[in-house]
């Protein structure tokens, strides 16, 4: 299989990474208000820390069964198909909803990590990544052979490479964010420049979901 | 929706107070004996403007007995909460409850010359979906609207305990209660929280009984009165600890935390000392172990009078009690204004220490015995009442009205609807505007006040000011 499709969809775990972390839906904005509760730029980090931990479990928890799934060599492209169907309807619920999940406004503000990691399920950006995980799985496959011995240890190490590469992205950006909101931007950032990303990101959803089920067929 | 933040929302008080001053004010106006609609006064204070201090646009509600009391907007800064990461609501619509008939009214000010009510909740609806009646405050919260209410079930409102019920703060249905583990609370009036910090704060009036038809006077004698406040894990929502403030402090109304939430702590207004006629201020806060704590930091002493000069409520005790009935704190956290509206006195103390206020400045207009006159000349019925403050703190504005049985038992005839504003001093001190004089429909009674953009007891911050 060749190396650009392969760097592509390594492009797009990063850029994916990056974008999760600039949403501000997504938590710096946390990160900013932890570090001017406790009065010092320093805790900025622990905040950025507990939000990546949530959001790396999120990704793990989605990605991994299917991991297990792609063993099933037999129907990977029906479960590449499946995987874009989902991705496509949860786009679509977001779009056409509109509406935001009322248990995570029950999470207590001190409980970051749990915060992000139900954030991350509950908004689909775990499952953003499905599609682009099965492309990677599906050129592995092609270049392995059918090794079952060695599938599952590949496809897992692989989930953990998305997942860690995804999550060290959107740390970066996030981090950034936060930072120079917290270091020059100051406050009004929020209020005079986000801007309502929702539509955005449900249509981020179809758009890769799109993408897997064509690559799939 | 919009695409970008509402303007008036502000992530921290600081910003508020630095936000364009209002222009207009909304009043609610309540026909005392029910032969009128009760109705929304738009008022003008533009000090550039022709119409300055008057009515604009009125609006009024088809149906009669209402008795409009308190209300509040849809969102406000709390949507830019960091935990909902939502924050395109619209500050449009306000939400004004009917604490006689337990209707809510949602009035949309989108165009505030030509608000219109967008839609209305029936008791019955109310009282199926939370077994709650006689609606109050209206505060933004991280879930929705959450409203506190006077009276649980029944007629008279005593069939189970009052408390609050949330609010979609877009479609505006009813959700349902919010309590989980109310404790010892068996009474209800006010609410407040710091969001970021995660706790509420309530407070205690009486059980309709005890106030639909007038202060019951055997009631208050014999301390039967709410007198604890409730602090509350808000997300979890069950009480952490109450707190008796001591049964003789009667009336334990308005509860006003510090709007920077970095701090925890607050105030919290009582009506009556019932065994000295003392108005009374408490502060309450966090201590460094995490513990809740109140203590008393402000009283206000009664004045001694002719009983001829008394109504018969007050007659045997021969003294005008200050009747602390309303407290509002600015947004820099730094002036607590308390509403004697009994004494006819407006008191402004500096809490820049919240345990050792210290009194500012203050005006002395209306009363029972006093009777002061507006600088303007004009007579002002009852006394100061509710209070609101400008975010930027320099302007005070307040009504005269305390709930219409109550007026009839402490200024019995009918005295008229009054707003007046106070200039706030650069460094305190208060003083009345002669030119702000609202005149009303003949025939009402004014109440809460709410300016336009937010003002001191509407938005939440999630942001400390730095």
């Known amino acids: 299989m060749d190396l650009t499709t392969a760097a592509g969809l390594w492009l797009a775990v990063i850029l994916s990474g990056l974008y999760h972390g600039l949403n501000p839906g997504m938590g710096w904005p946390l990160a900013v208000s932890s570090a001017l509760f406790e009065r010092r730029a320093s805790a900025l980090w622990p905040a950025l820390g507990a939000l990546s931990l949530g959001h790396f479990a999120a990704m793990l928890g989605i990605l991994l069964p299917f991991s297990m799934m792609t063993l099933l060599i037999d129907y990977e492209r029906e479960i590449r198909i499946g995987a874009g169907l989902i991705v496509i309807a949860m786009g679509l619920y977001l779009a056409i909803t509109r509406r935001h999940p009322r248990f995570l406004a029950r999470i207590p503000p001190h409980r970051l990590a749990l915060w992000s990691f139900l954030v991350a399920l509950a908004h689909g950006a775990a499952l953003m990544l499905v599609p682009i995980y099965l492309g990677l799985c599906a050129i592995e496959e092609l270049d392995q052979g059918h090794k079952a011995a060695s599938a599952l240890m590949t496809t897992t190490t692989l989930a953990l490479g998305v997942a860690i590469l995804h999550t060290i992205a959107m740390m970066g950006s996030g981090g950034a964010m936060a930072y120079a909101v917290h270091r020059w931007l100051g406050l009004q950032f929020l209020s005079r420049s986000w801007f309502d990303l929702e539509l955005l990101w449900a249509l981020s959803l179809i758009v890769v979901g799109g993408i897997g089920l064509l690559t799939a067929l | 929706m919009n695409l970008r933040p509402d303007p008036t929302f502000h992530p921290s008080p600081k910003m508020a107070m630095e936000a364009p001053v209002e222009k207009l004010a909304f009043t609610l106006m309540l026909s005392p004996d029910g032969t009128k609609p009760d109705g929304l006064a738009v008022v003008d204070v533009d000090p550039d403007s022709d119409t300055y201090s008057q009515i604009v646009h009125e609006l009024y509600v088809p149906n009669l007995g209402d008795e409009f009391h308190h209300f509040g907007w849809n969102a406000c800064s709390s949507s830019l909460s960091p935990l909902t990461g939502h924050a395109f609501l619209e500050r449009r619509y306000l939400i004004i409850p009917g604490i006689r008939s337990s209707r809510i009214y949602i009035i949309d000010v989108k165009d505030p010359m030509d608000c219109k009510i967008h839609k209305i909740i029936e008791a019955d609806e109310l009282m199926a979906k939370t077994g709650y009646s006689r609606p109050h405050t209206i505060h933004c919260g991280p879930e929705g609207i959450y409203v506190s209410t006077l009276g649980g079930g029944g007629e008279d409102g005593t069939d189970g305990p009052p408390g609050i019920f949330i609010m979609d703060c877009q479609t505006f249905e009813i959700q349902g209660r919010y309590e989980m583990d109310r404790g010892i609370q068996d009474k209800h009036y006010d609410f407040w929280w710091n969001l970021p910090r995660d706790y509420m704060v309530s407070s205690e009036w009486g059980l309709p009984p005890q106030f639909e038809n007038g202060v019951v006077a055997e009631d208050l004698l014999s301390n039967k009165y709410g007198h604890t406040i409730h602090f509350w894990d808000l997300r979890a929502r069950k009480v952490a600890k109450s707190i008796d403030l001591g049964e003789n402090h009667q009336m334990a109304l308005e509860i006003r935390p510090a709007h920077d939430p970095i701090k925890e702590y607050g105030f919290c207004g009582v009506v009556v000392d019932t065994t000295n006629l003392q108005g009374a201020i408490f502060t309450w806060w966090k201590d460094d ?85 507006h600088p303007n ?42 707003m007046v504003m106070a200039n706030v001093g ?19 009674r004014s109440h809460q006040i709410r300016l336009e953009g937010g003002d001191c007891s509407t938005d939440s911050f999630c942001y400390p000011s730095v």
């Open chain 2, 289 to 373: 172990n995490g513990e809740w704590q109140a203590k008393k930091t402000i009283t206000i002493d009664p004045v001694p009078a002719d009983p001829d000069d008394l109504p018969d409520l007050l007659k045997g005790f021969g003294a005008v009690p200050p009747l602390v009935t309303d407290i509002d704190l600015s947004m820099d956290d730094k002036y607590l204004y308390v509403a004697c509206w009994g004494l006819g006195e407006m008191h402004q103390y500096d809490v820049s220490d919240p345990m050792n206020p210290v009194l500012a400045g203050k005006v002395e207009i209306g009363g029972i015995v006093a009777k002061h006159k």
């Open chain 2, 426 to 444: 650069e460094n305190g001190g208060i003083t009345l505007d002669e030119k702000f004089w609202t005149k009303f429909p003949e025939g009402y």
């Open chain 2, 377 to 418: 000349g004009e007579d002002f019925g009852y006394g100061p009442q509710m209070v609101e403050i400008s975010r930027d703190g320099k302007r005070v504005y307040w009504t005269n009205s305390l709930y219409s049985t109550w007026d009839d038992q402490f200024y019995p005839g009918e005295r008229g609807a009054a």
